[in-house]
Structure formats: C-alpha cells, structure tokens
C-alpha cells in the first residue's frame, strides 16, 4: 500500500455517482482541529519544557505515536510511548465528550447519504475511543457504519493504507468512494492514491488553502453545499 508519486487529474463530484464516503474527524466533521495545536505545546508546559514555535506545524502529519517519539527524541521526555500518549489524549479527552460541536450541516449531510443506501467510515490520526466520545457528543455517531484510526494501522495519513483498509472495510472500490478531508498532506495523500477528494475549509489550515483548492477535487465551508 502507499502513495504513488503521480498527483491524479481533478474527477468530477456528483453524489449520485458514488457509494461510500471516507471522512476524516478534525477539522472536516469537527471544529476540533484547533485543540491539538494547544495540546502539543501543552503537554510540554506542563513537563515543565519550552516548546519550539511551530510545534503544532511539525506535529501535523504525525500519527501521536509518531509524535510520543518525538517528545523523547528532541525534547529528553523520559515517559515511555504508552505513557505519553495516554497522558495526551487524557488532556484531549474532556473537550471531545462536552464541547466539541460538528461543522456545520454536518448531519443533514449524513442524513442524506445515508438516505442513499451510503456506507459511511471514519478514517482519522485519534484514538478511536476518542473519536466516539467526540461523535456521541456531537449526536453523529450513529451515521458510521466503522471507525479507523491511523493508530491501529501504525501508518500515518502521508500515505493511504488507512483510506485503502477503509474502502476495503465497506466492500467497495476507489472509484466507489469520496474522501472529506480538510489537512492539505492527506489530501495530497488521497489524490496520489487516486481518491475524489472534497476538501473541508477549516481555520487550522487557512494558510493552506490556495494549495488545497488547485488540488482538492471540490473545496466546501458547510457539507449545505454538497447537497
């Protein structure tokens, strides 16, 4: 599995003309994204550690495995990974079951692809027990037919093997699904892979979003606009 190193042509997007949708959490279906740009620089504050500016930049393509790693390469953290990333998602965990709300039209959306006979699948870099206090929270949990997180598979987004295990998970094709993303490096993941990608606007990837246009199939503020 992997990326091949060709960006495929644009594909038309029309709804009629697919069967799955693939939705990544932060940032596409949840104003969340935000939270781990706080919790990487926090976690290192309260180690009593000065994170470098840009932190939440080099985190970003991690998986949080990925990340515990880089805690005790480059900053000393003497935790082991388990540890760490427990404590991680620990500091995460509060504001995914009480105050993280949905994009907006998010479940109209749903509703209306799952009104279409859609298999629907999550594929994100958090913990799945996370991903389904988040989704309980926002009252869209039960739109999903699985969860997939690039912590079970070990691969991070910069290559597809957690978009290509989910396609497989709902019995269908590449050309059978759509992928919601809003990170330009897994967008640039799926279309290498030769995804149709929709690219979800989000204020965490605001300085990218030229690039995200000229390479997204389809670039949305609201899933209103998909229906």
Not at 7 to 20: E, T
Not at 109 to 134: G, R
Request: net charge negative.
């Amino acid at each position: 599995m992997g990326n091949s190193s060709e960006i495929k042509n644009k594909k038309n997007i029309n709804i009629d003309d697919f069967k799955g949708a693939i939705f990544d959490m932060d940032g596409t279906l949840l104003d969340s994204m935000y939270l781990w740009d706080i919790i990487c620089n926090e976690y290192l504050i309260r180690q009593g550690i000065t994170p470098e500016p840009g932190l939440a930049e080099v985190f970003k393509t991690k998986t949080l495995t990925e990340s515990a790693h880089y805690y005790q390469d480059t900053y000393g953290v003497k935790d082991d990974i388990e540890k760490i990333c427990d404590d991680i998602n620990s500091m995460i965990e509060y504001s995914y079951s009480h105050e993280v709300e949905s994009k907006p039209g998010t479940h109209k959306f749903l509703e209306h692809l799952k009104a279409k006979n859609y298999k629907l699948y999550v594929a994100s870099a958090t913990d799945v027990y996370l991903i389904k206090k988040a989704f309980e929270h926002a009252g869209i949990l039960e739109y999903f037919d699985g969860i997939l997180s690039t912590q079970d598979t070990g691969i991070s987004k910069r290559f597809s093997d957690v978009y290509d295990k989910a396609t497989e998970k709902m019995g269908l094709t590449k050309d059978d699904v759509i992928v919601f993303e809003d990170c330009l490096y897994a967008i640039e993941t799926c279309k290498k892979a030769d995804y149709a990608v929709v690219a979800m606007s989000d204020r965490a990837s605001v300085e990218d979003a030229d690039k995200i246009k000229e390479l997204a199939d389809k670039y949305i503020s609201s899933f209103e606009e998909m229906m």
